[in-house]
């Protein structure tokens, strides 16, 4: 039962954000009364809570299973730039989430227990890499994880929360999928391009994936 109150949440909070999501509308999905929903969650803000908390788990949950500790540093970072990529376009209810939370600054998540935890390993990971892509050269400098993955995101989640007035704004259908293979090509390009101090060359290898040979000379 908490499963699906869960589920009927975060689709109501997504779609509605939290002021115009209403409970008795998530009990209904969910197949429960408002009586067992206070049961099994809370109130209407710790139901929210425990939204958000699902939706943080869910993602660093999936990158741990991303291997990597095992990859050249450059085909890591490139996985990773493609994962987030991937996950923001198949859940555009996480986005919302996230929009809802910013804009009271936060205040739910400063509640929670979890969340900070989650994100320990998941830093350690793209910390390891980085260091890793130092002292075999192919990285010029090692970069603070914590801002390097927030660059990443930011480079996906701007593109996709903005594609409806960018795509007005510059005559294109910016979630068209040659559009969308595009901004992947030139995500991985720019971020690889700022870690290794190589320019142009990235951009295209960038494009399509190579031996680590083959980019060597390339470079």
């Excluded at 969308?180 to 320019?199: S, W």
């Amino acid at each position: 039962m908490r499963l699906r109150i869960l589920e009927a949440a975060k689709q109501e909070f997504s779609a509605h954000g939290l002021a115009g999501a209403r409970v008795d509308r998530i009990a209904a999905k969910a197949g429960a009364n408002k009586r067992m929903l206070y049961y099994h969650v809370g109130n209407k803000d710790d139901l929210y809570l425990a939204v958000l908390e699902g939706a943080y788990d869910k993602i660093r949950s999936e990158e741990r299973g991303l291997d990597l500790e095992h990859l050249d540093p450059p085909e890591a970072i490139k996985r990773l730039i493609g994962f987030t990529w991937g996950y923001f376009l198949r859940n555009p209810e996480f986005l919302s989430l996230l929009q809802t939370e910013n804009l009271v600054r936060a205040k739910h998540l400063k509640r929670s227990t979890k969340v900070k935890s989650m994100h320990s390993p998941f830093v350690e990971m793209i910390r390891t890499v980085v260091r890793r892509g130092v002292e075999s050269g192919d990285f010029q400098v090692a970069v603070d994880p914590v801002q390097l993955y927030i660059s990443i995101a930011g480079l996906c989640f701007f593109y996709l929360s903005n594609s409806a007035t960018l795509s007005v704004i510059f005559g294109r259908d910016l979630l068209a999928k040659d559009a969308k293979d595009e901004r992947l090509a030139h995500m991985v390009g720019l971020v690889l391009a700022a870690l290794t101090g190589q320019t142009a060359a990235l951009f295209e290898i960038a494009k399509a994936p190579k031996s680590r040979t083959a980019v060597a000379q390339t470079v």
